[in-house]
């Protein structure tokens, strides 16, 4: 199972609940920063594949943020995301050695093909994860290297996110799952913002789940989840 890792830098966070869950919808495993601070922290323990950087934030802005990275990184792909159109910031872009610059307003389809496109000239390596792991849960079969849920035949795709959360409860089966350790190992942090993201995919983990009604996701107030089967 091969992912493209885009470390995702923006500050908009209504724009970034978009194209994060866009993202992963599509395989991407996405490492989201709200700031350029908290991305510099993230590549010291993350190895992305690829960045893709706005350019209008507060504080340390995305120009900036790319002169931090050539620092200890000269070949890692940079793409910038911003509504400013004026050719010398084009210009600035590229000489900071940007591979692209998309300007906003973009759309999905646009951002994932340029992806795509730079990983492979640029010979990325995307890490391949052997992981080959099964679990019954209540009358369903969760493939997690296939990312499936089955349930008589019929088979629902998983996005990556889900299928992650997913292995975690089923690893942790009629125990509690704590929230906070979730959001450190998928999201990378706790913040308000990834907690509701991860409310989103677990709401959504019921509805797959519920033609079992022997299969609850129970929120633990405080705590976390936990699964029963």
């Given amino acids: ?35 350029a601070n908290e991305a510099l922290l993230k590549l010291k323990s993350e190895k992305p594949d690829i960045c893709v ?22 070949a890692l792909p940079i793409v910038f995301l911003t509504a400013k159109s ?28 340029r992806l ?7 010979g990325v390596v995307v890490e391949t994860i052997p992981v080959q792991k099964e679990y019954n849960i209540g009358t369903y079969l969760f493939d997690y290297n296939r990312q499936i849920l089955i349930l008589s035949g019929t088979e ?28 450190r190992k998928l999201w990378g942090d706790d913040s308000f913002f990834n907690a509701r993201s991860m409310d989103v ?14 299969i609850e996701i129970i929120n633990v107030r405080g705590v976390g989840y936990k699964l029963i089967c």
Avoid: W
């Avoid at 724009?15 to 700031?35: P, T």
């Avoid at 299928?163 to 979730?182: G, H, P, T």
């Fill in 1 to 35: 199972m091969s992912k493209i890792k885009v470390l995702y830098v923006e500050d908009e966070e209504a724009l970034a609940m978009i194209v994060v869950e866009s993202l992963e919808i599509r395989d991407f495993d996405v490492i989201y920063c709200s700031s």
């Fill in 53 to 74: 950087l706005d350019v209008m934030m507060p504080g340390m802005n995305g120009f900036e943020l790319a002169k931090e990275i050539r620092m200890f990184n000269k």
């Fill in 86 to 113: 004026q050719t010398r910031d084009v210009i600035e872009g590229f000489e900071l050695g940007a591979h692209d610059y998309i300007k906003k307003p973009f759309s999905i389809e646009e951002l994932i093909i």
């Fill in 116 to 122: 795509k496109s730079i990983v492979k000239r640029e």
């Fill in 156 to 183: 629902r795709k998983l996005t990556s996110r889900e299928a992650e959360i997913l292995l975690m409860l089923c690893e942790n089966r009629n125990s509690v799952l704590e929230r906070n350790a979730v959001l």
């Fill in 201 to 214: 995919f677990i709401t959504k983990l019921r509805k797959y789940l519920a033609k079992d009604p022997r």
